[in-house]
């Protein structure tokens, strides 16, 4: 016999605690819920309910975002083997914890908005203004989230009623009547919400972004051309309410250059925002480099969950400023002594790019130059353990053997997302950032509109807005030296371009939440691209299948829901 899902309130109220910059919940116990969201302060906790389960979802590591895809690689054996069933797809199956964790979470986070939907009538301290715009933002997130499943495993279960009380029979909808739902609700949001709103919020701008990539995916999973115009629109209405994009790499990510104008849809963290300093931030800073070392050794934690792959140091041109500005080429001990030195410093690691393509070994004098440069470089000595790990640019399999391996500092850190507010505790623990997490920025845009106009086959145009994120101010290091290259330049047919921003993206967005693996996925190029670049793919000897564009139902979503039978299962799984 199938069990029962409860879903009470008091767990959506326990998850609402301390979850937000811009909502302070007043928690009130002992009085029913009904007059507890009689009034707005008791009302405004489920509002702060839906935006905080954002962080459930993206505070740890989103990782079936981003694993198994041409971008990153598995970092030592013992490591890659917890996530094995993403990155090499062949243990993938119904059972798998992350992609349960994952639909258990949004699902969560669903009933959490069906929750503030259902109680928006009933403040008497609301003005209209407010409860439209809370009922435009809570339809918001609803729709994101049952979007955010849709990339993952096609058509879903659309949960749209509030419950406090079991219910165990919703079937699953077509993958055409999912996208119905999330773009009718995204588009009455649209209607609701204002055009500005404080950071982490939903607004205009945020809508319109979404509903850009919506309508982008359903054009290429349902086939309707007219679908990519209406993503070029929305686009459009996102490009001229940002403008042009104007800042300049290195402040766009500076810590100080949070909530700027260019980022869109971001989770909100601060210091004074979570219970525990340690383990209440996010994970984004720790899962793009090698082990650093131990905690309590003034090392920032890493997880080596997803190296950069080789593609990404390949594509770079020397003079590329968010070449530089993403990864720590030299490590000091302590690591955080980079933002604010004190001269007690050393360098721990020096990871050198090889940039001679004739350049196959590493001979002694190399060594000993590399040292000079690096001491020259930063006036440090070196600390006890030094270690120097030379990047192989020009050498695929070199590059991915060194990350395979096992020493510390054997790949370059990767400073994009680092947290110097935080940084003792980024030492010690992995979960430690207060770093806001960007899911969507002005760059990511163009993006979506470049591959909109890829797939009505208008590839000068798709180019165009690809040079427009290549040109920002200050992406060349040296204004006179060399031009940055455009991947589109070269592009012939849609494969080709589609191809070609991928690999613009991935050097713009590196390490972001943007959605990787469903880009893959929603374009039909995931086959293509594991197969040419994934060197995980041709180390294992995998042979790629079709099922593999979507994920498995997890089993007990399917043993819990009377609506659901072993017949609704994604193919093959």
Same mark, same amino acid.
């Given at each position: 016999?199938?069990?029962?899902?409860?879903?009470?309130?008091?767990?959506? %109220?326990?998850?609402?605690?301390?979850?937000?910059?811009?909502?302070?919940?007043?928690?009130? #116990?002992?009085?029913?819920?009904?007059?507890?969201?009689?009034?707005?302060?008791?009302?405004?906790?489920?509002?702060?309910?839906?935006?905080?389960?954002?962080?459930?979802?993206?505070?740890?590591?989103?990782?079936?975002?981003?694993?198994?895809?041409?971008?990153?690689?598995?970092?030592?054996?013992?490591?890659?083997?917890?996530?094995?069933?993403?990155?090499?797809?062949?243990?993938?199956?119904?059972?798998?914890?992350?992609?349960?964790?994952?639909?258990?979470?949004?699902?969560?986070?669903?009933?959490?908005?069906?929750?503030?939907?259902?109680?928006?009538?009933?403040?008497?301290?609301?003005?209209?203004?407010?409860?439209?715009?809370?009922?435009?933002?809570?339809?918001? %997130?609803?729709?994101?989230?049952?979007?955010?499943?849709?990339?993952?495993?096609?058509?879903?279960?659309?949960?749209?009623?509030?419950?406090?009380?079991?219910?165990?029979?919703?079937?699953?909808?077509?993958?055409?009547?999912?996208?119905?739902?999330?773009?009718?609700?995204?588009?009455?949001?649209?209607?609701?919400?204002?055009?500005?709103?404080?950071?982490?919020?939903?607004?205009?701008?945020?809508?319109?972004?979404?509903?850009?990539?919506?309508?982008?995916?359903?054009?290429?999973?349902?086939?309707?051309?007219?679908?990519?115009?209406?993503?070029?629109?929305?686009?459009?209405?996102?490009?001229?309410?940002?403008?042009?994009?104007?800042?300049?790499?290195?402040? %766009?990510?500076?810590?100080?250059?949070?909530?700027?104008?260019?980022?869109?849809?971001?989770?909100?963290?601060?210091?004074?925002?979570?219970?525990?300093?340690?383990?209440?931030?996010?994970?984004?800073?720790?899962?793009?480099?090698?082990?650093? #070392?131990?905690?309590?050794?003034?090392?920032?934690?890493?997880?080596?969950?997803?190296?950069?792959?080789?593609?990404?140091?390949?594509?770079?041109?020397?003079?590329?400023?968010?070449?530089?500005?993403?990864?720590?080429?030299?490590?000091?001990?302590?690591?955080?002594?980079?933002?604010?030195?004190?001269?007690?410093?050393?360098?721990?690691?020096?990871?050198?790019?090889?940039?001679?393509?004739?350049?196959?070994?590493?001979?002694?004098?190399?060594?000993?130059?590399?040292?000079?440069?690096?001491?020259?470089?930063?006036?440090?000595?070196?600390?006890?353990?030094?270690?120097?790990?030379?990047?192989?640019?020009?050498?695929?399999?070199?590059?991915?053997?060194?990350?395979?391996?096992?020493?510390?500092?054997?790949?370059?850190?990767?400073?994009?997302?680092?947290?110097?507010?935080?940084?003792?505790?980024?030492?010690?623990?992995?979960?430690?950032?207060?770093?806001?997490?960007?899911?969507?920025?002005?760059?990511?845009?163009?993006?979506?509109?470049?591959?909109?106009?890829?797939?009505?086959?208008?590839?000068?145009?798709? +180019?165009? %807005?690809?040079?427009?994120?290549?040109?920002?101010?200050?992406?060349?290091?040296?204004?006179?030296?060399?031009?940055?290259?455009?991947?589109?330049?070269?592009?012939?047919?849609?494969?080709?371009?589609?191809?070609?921003?991928?690999?613009?993206?991935?050097?713009?967005?590196? #390490?972001?939440?943007?959605?990787?693996?469903?880009?893959?996925?929603?374009?039909?190029?995931?086959?293509?691209?594991?197969?040419?670049?994934?060197?995980?793919?041709?180390?294992?000897?995998?042979?790629?299948?079709?099922?593999?564009?979507? +994920?498995?139902?997890?089993?007990?979503?399917?043993?819990?829901?009377?609506?659901?039978?072993?017949?609704?299962?994604?193919?093959?799984?």
């Amino acid at each position: 016999m199938k069990k029962s899902i409860f879903i009470y309130l008091s767990i959506l %109220l326990l998850f609402a605690t301390s979850c937000s910059k811009f909502l302070n919940e007043d928690n009130k #116990g002992g009085i029913t819920n009904d007059k507890f969201y009689s009034k707005a302060d008791g009302y405004k906790t489920l509002v702060t309910a839906a935006y905080s389960d954002l962080r459930s979802i993206y505070g740890t590591t989103p990782i079936l975002d981003l694993a198994g895809t041409d971008l990153y690689q598995e970092a030592k054996a013992e490591d890659a083997v917890a996530l094995a069933a993403l990155t090499r797809y062949q243990s993938l199956d119904p059972s798998e914890s992350h992609v349960e964790d994952f639909y258990t979470n949004c699902y969560k986070a669903i009933q959490a908005a069906n929750a503030g939907l259902y109680y928006n009538n009933l403040p008497t301290d609301l003005s209209d203004a407010q409860r439209t715009q809370y009922d435009g933002e809570l339809r918001f %997130l609803r729709a994101f989230y049952h979007f955010i499943l849709m990339e993952q495993f096609g058509g879903i279960v659309i949960s749209d009623e509030y419950t406090n009380s079991p219910k165990i029979n919703i079937p699953r909808s077509s993958l055409a009547d999912s996208y119905a739902f999330v773009i009718s609700e995204m588009e009455q949001a649209l209607t609701e919400v204002s055009a500005s709103a404080s950071p982490g919020r939903v607004n205009k701008d945020v809508v319109n972004h979404y509903l850009a990539k919506v309508y982008l995916s359903r054009g290429w999973d349902l086939g309707s051309s007219d679908d990519f115009q209406k993503a070029k629109d929305y686009a459009d209405a996102v490009i001229s309410s940002k403008g042009d994009i104007s800042i300049p790499y290195n402040k %766009l990510w500076d810590e100080a250059g949070e909530n700027n104008k260019d980022f869109i849809f971001t989770v909100q963290y601060s210091l004074n925002s979570i219970a525990d300093v340690q383990k209440d931030g996010n994970t984004q800073s720790s899962l793009f480099a090698s082990y650093g #070392g131990s905690a309590g050794l003034g090392m920032k934690r890493s997880t080596e969950t997803l190296i950069p792959a080789y593609q990404i140091h390949h594509s770079f041109q020397q003079n590329d400023e968010r070449y530089a500005y993403d990864f720590m080429w030299y490590t000091y001990k302590p690591y955080f002594n980079y933002y604010n030195p004190d001269g007690t410093e050393q360098v721990m690691y020096y990871n050198p790019v090889i940039w001679d393509p004739n350049k196959t070994e590493l001979t002694a004098a190399d060594s000993a130059q590399y040292i000079q440069e690096v001491k020259t470089m930063t006036g440090r000595d070196l600390a006890s353990g030094f270690l120097l790990f030379p990047i192989w640019k020009n050498d695929r399999q070199k590059y991915a053997e060194q990350a395979w391996g096992g020493t510390s500092g054997r790949v370059p850190g990767f400073k994009k997302f680092d947290c110097p507010e935080n940084a003792l505790n980024s030492t010690l623990e992995y979960s430690a950032s207060v770093r806001d997490i960007v899911l969507a920025r002005l760059a990511g845009t163009y993006f979506l509109k470049a591959e909109a106009c890829i797939a009505l086959n208008q590839i000068p145009e798709a +180019r165009d %807005l690809v040079q427009k994120v290549i040109d920002r101010p200050g992406n060349k290091i040296d204004p006179n030296g060399t031009d940055l290259t455009n991947a589109l330049d070269n592009a012939t047919d849609q494969q080709s371009a589609l191809e070609a921003l991928f690999l613009e993206k991935g050097k713009e967005m590196l #390490g972001e939440y943007d959605g990787r693996w469903p880009m893959l996925r929603r374009t039909k190029m995931l086959k293509y691209m594991l197969e040419k670049y994934n060197v995980d793919f041709e180390k294992n000897g995998i042979t790629f299948q079709d099922k593999w564009y979507l +994920r498995p139902i997890p089993e007990n979503a399917i043993t819990l829901n009377e609506g659901l039978t072993n017949d609704d299962q994604n193919p093959g799984y």
